[in-house]
Every structure is written in C-alpha cells, then in structure tokens.
Nanobody, 112 residues
Framework: QVQVVESGGGLVQPGGSLRLSCAAS????????MGWYRQPPGNQRELVAT???????NYADSVKGRFTISRDNPKNTVYLQMNSLKPEDTAVYYC??????WGQGTQVTVSF
C-alpha cells in the first residue's frame, strides 16, 4: 500500500513563500510522474505542477515563474517551492503519485 503524506502548509502573508513536501512510501516512486494539485474554496481541484521521472516539469500558467517543483528520488520526496504568494493561491494542496495515489492535502492560506 502506497502512502502519500504532504506537509509544509500554513498561513503566510501575500508576497511570502512556503515550501511544501510530499513523501511517498514504497519503491515505485522514481518511476512515476509526481504532481501537485490544489482545490481553492468552492472550486474544483486544479493542476499546479507536475514533474516526470526524468525531471521534465509542467506548470499551470497561474504559477509559472513563482512556483518550482522538484523531486528527490532516493528520498521518495517531491517539493513545491512557492514564492510571491497571492491570496488567490489559497487552497488545499494535494500531492499525487502518477494520478493513482493521492495524499490527504495540506492547507495553504495567503492572507494578512
């Protein structure tokens, strides 16, 4: 059974930064595309960023230039560095392993 656990969420002021981490159990981590999605209040879940096993990345237009996704395969961990945060980035952020396994989410709130 693969477990996916996110951490690093919290409350931050506009313009601030946070780094989310996602740790996955099991030996399959390095073979899968990893991704971050988010679900703003009252809205559907949406793509934030993905990173392939070889390191190719993809970002939503709304976060390009502000967010950076990276992965550490030996540690079975993927990161999301979020800079220049805006109130509209407020959401529950979810990590996925290959769109097959999902974490429980971590809340990010951007507000004064």
């Amino acid at each position: 059974q693969v477990q996916v656990v996110e951490s690093g969420g919290g409350l931050v002021q506009p313009g601030g930064s946070l780094r989310l981490s996602c740790a996955a159990s099991g030996s399959i981590f390095s073979f899968y595309v990893m991704g971050w999605y988010r679900q703003p209040p009252g809205n559907q879940r949406e793509l934030v960023a993905t990173i392939a096993s070889g390191g190719t990345t993809n970002y939503a237009d709304s976060v390009k230039g502000r967010f950076t996704i990276s992965r550490d395969n030996p540690k079975n961990t993927v990161y999301l560095q979020m800079n220049s945060l805006k109130p509209e980035d407020t959401a529950v952020y979810y990590c996925t392993v290959g769109w097959k396994y999902w974490g429980q989410g971590t809340q990010v709130t951007v507000s004064f």
